[in-house]
């Protein structure tokens, strides 16, 4: 099968000792629009073949002073998913999503657009006024675009085109089973496709913060699953957008413990926007670590930072909690977010058979989720 325009994703390996997760950056103000609601047109490309036909981009003889016309799509409202749209049903292919839309005027000073997809199943390719912005392998977590220079045009109509992708094999994330019989080659899920999270635009000064990458580590303690476990690590990187970190800049950084989810399921991680499987990203208001940062150097593009947070509860099945780094940059005004569990992931060989190993406790994991065991 051919894959136009879309990359596909290399295979997850499931050996690595510790979660890192890549935080988006958030806006703490400036101009921005919301580009949920109505105003979006979608159409299916079973074919995969819609970009030949040009689909990315906008209309012909469109003067951008109306809306673009979009004869022949269906109207949808955004966030969408096409697998619970009963015009739909379980399609598992290309989906594309067109919309015009009128920024407002930006500040002064505020230099650079950014875009944000919250939520993307599963994967997918962005044009903005025609222009290519590549493939995005989401998988759920935010798609975060510089925008710059692609001609938007405050008070008068741009042009945003998502195609999204939720086809399934064996090398996607998540992916089809592996084994010979007819039963292995049903999915038992729906795979979510479409536009899962909101969608918005906003202008930003020139020093203004890209994204952080956290790395959380657990104290390696004997303490039972929920209990504190001591002190935890939390690495954080952060880098800055083209026009650096600003002159005098101070950043810092504010760790902030979120309410637990329970149930079964996995939690994941999510951006200061939005979460998943029970724990919510917001209104996080319990601080339990804070430090402050030297002024980075003139050229620097991203600084680092270790902070010790005390009494950390590990991230477990039964009670996934979650910790927010909130970023800020006061040359920019700009926070940026990040949630994560502290959780070590491993591998334990229990009669033979791998278990899986979470903060240095074994759990059990429905059976589709053991690895399947070597050879006798």
């Not at 799509?73 to 009963?86: E, I, K, L, Q, S």
């Not at 690495?235 to 149930?263: M, Y």
Request: charged share 20%.
């Amino acid at each position: 099968m051919t894959y136009v325009g879309f990359a596909r994703p290399a295979p997850l390996l499931l050996a690595f000792a510790a979660l890192v997760f890549t935080g988006g950056a958030t806006d703490a103000g400036g101009a921005g629009v919301s580009l949920d609601g109505r105003g979006w047109h979608f159409a299916l490309d079973p074919l995969r073949n819609s970009e030949r036909l040009g689909w990315h981009l906008p209309p012909k003889n469109w003067n951008r002073e109306k809306p673009a016309p979009q004869p022949g799509w269906d109207a949808v409202a955004a966030p969408h998913c096409w697998t619970v749209d009963a015009r739909y049903g379980e399609f598992a292919n290309v989906g594309w999503y067109r919309r015009s839309f009128v920024p407002p005027v930006p500040a002064a000073g505020e230099t650079v657009w950014r875009l944000t997809l919250e939520a993307v199943g599963e994967r997918c390719r962005v044009w903005v006024n025609g222009r290519d912005f590549g493939a995005h392998d989401s998988v759920g977590v935010p798609v975060v675009l510089d925008v710059t220079g692609v001609g938007i045009e405050p008070g008068k109509q741009n042009f945003l085109v998502v195609a999204a992708d939720n086809f399934l094999d064996k090398t996607t994330i998540p992916g089809a089973r592996s084994g010979d019989m007819p039963s292995d080659q049903l999915i038992p899920w729906l795979n979510y496709g479409g536009l899962l999270g909101s969608v918005t635009l906003e202008s930003l000064p020139a020093a203004h913060i890209t994204r952080q990458k956290l790395f959380a580590a657990p104290a390696a303690t004997g303490a039972g699953a929920g209990a504190a476990v001591g002190s935890a690590r939390l690495d954080v990187r952060i880098w800055c957008g083209a026009g650096g970190f600003g002159e005098n800049a101070a950043l810092e950084i504010e760790v902030r413990e979120l309410s637990a989810g329970t149930g079964s399921g996995g939690g994941g991680s999510g951006s200061g926007n939005g979460g998943s499987g029970g724990v919510s990203c917001k209104g996080g208001n319990k601080v339990v670590a804070h430090a402050t940062l030297p002024a980075p150097a003139a050229a620097a593009e991203s600084v680092s930072a270790t902070i010790e947070i005390p009494n950390a509860k590990p991230w477990t099945l039964a009670s996934r909690q979650l910790y927010e780094s909130r970023v800020t940059l006061r040359t920019g005004g700009v926070a940026g977010t990040g949630a994560d569990g502290f959780r070590r992931w491993g591998l334990v060989d229990e009669f033979r058979r791998p278990r899986p190993l979470y903060n240095h406790i074994t759990e059990t994991l429905r059976k589709s989720d053991w690895p399947t065991p070597a050879a006798e």
